[in-house]
């Protein structure tokens, strides 16, 4: 099953094999669908996980053979200038997918600036949080520790919190992902208990699903990814985008020495 998170109502397709699933419902009104705070949840930390708590809530609660995550308003399409229901992915094709692949991912996005650079500049992730993020990991995954560095130091991956695997995998990777957000939660909260984090967490997922994917050498299947609220040609001017910033960071790392 692939659930489309959401956290509010929305004009969902009706796709065999998709799902809605209400995000943070716990601290808002029923909008008739699946709830991520039934069960084991994290429901009413939705305003700093986004949508970790209905990650979460799927890893917990689902024991679906093909779990998936996509949103509302972001699915896997035929391609990045889709903008309707028909160019949806089917359930069918992505399953079929992980026959020669782990993992179902959204295809590679490269930024202007080196990772961490473009995550810090973008105001959501204070360079303390970072820090202490790196710290987590040095700790409690020291062998993840190469590629998270790697990543960082790269301008590349796969982003937006949009997956397909099979329970298998995507279950060791809710246990390993939660495990460092946890921890890195307690920590903040210690440190900064003036703080409050919104998002935090939800943003930081993103980027450590590609550390994940690197450290255990996973296949992914890349498969383009189209936000159906956005008009053709916002859509065109994002993946025009995509190729001029592979030359932009090089200029960019010439220019700082990298």
């Known amino acids: ?80 200038l889709s903008g309707g229901f028909d160019g949806i992915l089917p359930f069918d094709a992505l399953a ?23 995550l810090l500049a973008s105001g959501r992730v204070k360079e303390r949080y970072f820090d202490a993020m790196r ?18 130091a790269a301008n590349t991956g796969h982003f937006m919190n949009m997956m397909v695997a099979r329970r ?23 440190r900064y208990p003036q703080d409050d984090p919104k998002r935090l967490y939800g943003y930081l997922s993103e980027r450590l699903l590609n550390v994940y994917i690197a450290h255990n050498g996973l296949r992914a299947a890349q498969r383009p990814v189209a936000n159906l609220d956005q008009s053709l040609y916002w859509r065109w001017r994002m993946l025009r985008r995509n190729y001029t910033n592979r030359l932009r960071f090089l200029l960019w790392k010439r220019k700082h020495g990298k």
């Open 1 to 80: 099953m692939i659930y489309i998170m959401a956290h509010k109502a929305f004009d969902a397709p009706q796709l065999p094999g998709y799902a809605p699933l209400q995000v943070g419902a716990a601290l808002h009104d029923d909008l008739g669908w699946l709830r991520d705070d039934a069960g084991e949840n994290i429901s009413a930390k939705n305003p700093y996980y986004c949508e970790l708590t209905g990650l979460y809530w799927v890893w917990r609660n689902r024991d679906d053979e093909v779990k998936g995550l996509v949103h509302y308003r972001r699915y896997f399409t035929r391609s990045a």
């Open 96 to 118: 079929a997918a992980l026959q020669g692949a782990d993992i179902v991912v959204p295809a590679r996005k490269h930024n202007h600036i080196a990772n961490r650079e473009h």
């Open 135 to 152: 710290e987590v990991v040095e700790e409690r995954w020291p062998e993840y520790l190469g590629d998270f560095d790697a990543y960082f």
């Open 168 to 190: 298998e995998l995507f279950d060791a990777y809710c246990a390993w992902l939660f495990d460092i957000l946890f921890a890195l939660e307690s920590r903040i909260a210690q």
